[in-house]
Each structure stands twice: as structure tokens, then as C-alpha cells.
């Protein structure tokens, strides 16, 4: 089966640092998203991105927060000056098209550590 | 908005006894269910999913669920546990349509097999 593929597995950023997580979706899919766990804590959403463009966010996606599709094949979530509470796991997930009961298929994520 | 009730964060079976695992949801329509499932250091793989029709629904490794409308819930069980299941598992329920859809996670149950 195809796969989301998540770089780097590990990230050990100092506080404040920028960090740049990257995925790379299945190909032909069209619906991109972040979700992020925090240890011990439920998935939660971040944000979803379709068309070049961001369709919806969550109230943790604020300012510091950003996605990019770069180059059509890779999907970046950046965050411009990370806080000790953005430490948790990163999934990038992405889904072909537009039927909603479509599974979404998960990368096995980044495990960002701030210090 | 949707939500997802997890009960019990942690759930431990002996090797071979029934494995039950709680979701409830609220849904002001009729949803779509999705059973994940993390193993150590791997991302989310979809166990099941239930979207319309049957009631009961299969999965992969002897796993099914069954949506009961009436008591707004989608357990997931197993008749005889392995020990290759221990793991997280996750039950999520959809939102939104195309543009915005997502899902929404559970706090997932950690289940331990006992040898």
C-alpha cells in the first residue's frame, strides 16, 4: 500500500528555534493535513489544506504556525519560534478526493522535543 | 461538533480472553466511524471503518466493531487477544464536507496482553 512519508522521525529544538517538519503525501491525493499529539493527550487536529490553500485550522494553528506544498510533492509544517509546549508527535496525513468517508492514510510522524 | 469518548485509557487482557474496547460519539448526523490503530513508533493504521449499511463492520486482525445508533456507540472488539496487540488505539468520528473535512480523535485506550 502507498505511504505518507514523514522527515525527520526525531527534531531536538532549543526554544525559539524554527523548525521545518516535512511530509511527503501519497501522490495522487489531493487533502493534506497536520494533527499533533502531546504525550498522554488525545490527536488533535491542526490544519487541513486543499487546492494550494489552507481549508480549515484550529485554534492551536495561530500565528506561529505555517503549511506549504513547496513543490507538489512535499508538505511542510513550519512553526516560526517554538515554545517547550509544542513538544508532541506530528502526523502529516493526506486522502484522495472528495468522498467524505474516505480514511484519511497517516505518515508514523515526527516527535518534536523543544528544550 | 462532533466529539469522541474513549473509556478507559489503559485496558489489559490476558493472551486469548475477549478484547473490548470503549468509543462513544455525539453526532448531530449520521457519522462516519474509524478505529486506528498506533503501534510503538508507527503512525496511525486504520483498523475499520463504518460508513453506512451494515452495522457491523470487519477489520483487519480479527477485529470488528458494531455502530448502535440507539446507544451512540462504536466498540471495538476481538474474541481472543494476541499478543501482537498490544498497541494504541484510537476511535475517531468524521466531520465537515470535501473542503473541510476531518477527523476528530478520541484519547485513545493503550491495551496490554498478558502472556
Known amino acids: 500500500e502507498p505511504e505518507v512519508t514523514q522527515t525527520p522521525s526525531h527534531q531536538v529544538t532549543q526554544m525559539g528555534q524554527e523548525v521545518i517538519l516535512r511530509c511527503v503525501p501519497i501522490s495522487n491525493h489531493l487533502y493534506f493535513y497536520w494533527y499533533r499529539q502531546i504525550l498522554g493527550q488525545k490527536v488533535e487536529f491542526l490544519v487541513s489544506?486543499?487546492?494550494?490553500?489552507?481549508?480549515?485550522k484550529s485554534e492551536i494553528f495561530d500565528d506561529q504556525f505555517s503549511v506549504e506544498r513547496p513543490d507538489g510533492s512535499n508538505f511542510t509544517l513550519k512553526i516560526r519560534s517554538t515554545k517547550l509546549e509544542d513538544s508532541a508527535m506530528y502526523f502529516c496525513a493526506s486522502r484522495p478526493g472528495d468522498t467524505t468517508n474516505e480514511k484519511l492514510f497517516f505518515g508514523s510522524g515526527t516527535q518534536l522535543s523543544v528544550l | 461538533a462532533q466529539s469522541v469518548t474513549q473509556l478507559g485509557s489503559h485496558v489489559s487482557v490476558s493472551e486469548g480472553a475477549l478484547v473490548l474496547l470503549r468509543c462513544n460519539y455525539s453526532?448531530?448526523?449520521?457519522?462516519?466511524l474509524f478505529w486506528y490503530v498506533q503501534y510503538p513508533n508507527q503512525g496511525l493504521q486504520l483498523l475499520l471503518k463504518?460508513?453506512?449499511?451494515?452495522?457491523l463492520v470487519k477489520g483487519i486482525n480479527g477485529f470488528e466493531a458494531e455502530f448502535k445508533k440507539s446507544e451512540t456507540s462504536f466498540h471495538l472488539t476481538k474474541p481472543s487477544a494476541h499478543m501482537s496487540d498490544a498497541a494504541e488505539y484510537f476511535c475517531?468520528?468524521?466531520?465537515?464536507?470535501?473542503?473541510?473535512?476531518?477527523?476528530?480523535f478520541g484519547t485513545g485506550t493503550r491495551l496490554k496482553v498478558l502472556a
Open positions: 453526532s448531530s448526523v449520521p457519522p462516519y
Open positions: 463504518y460508513t453506512t449499511g451494515a452495522t
Open positions: 489544506f486543499y487546492n494550494n490553500e489552507i481549508s480549515e
Open positions: 475517531a468520528v468524521s466531520e465537515g464536507t470535501s473542503g473541510t473535512y476531518k477527523y476528530i
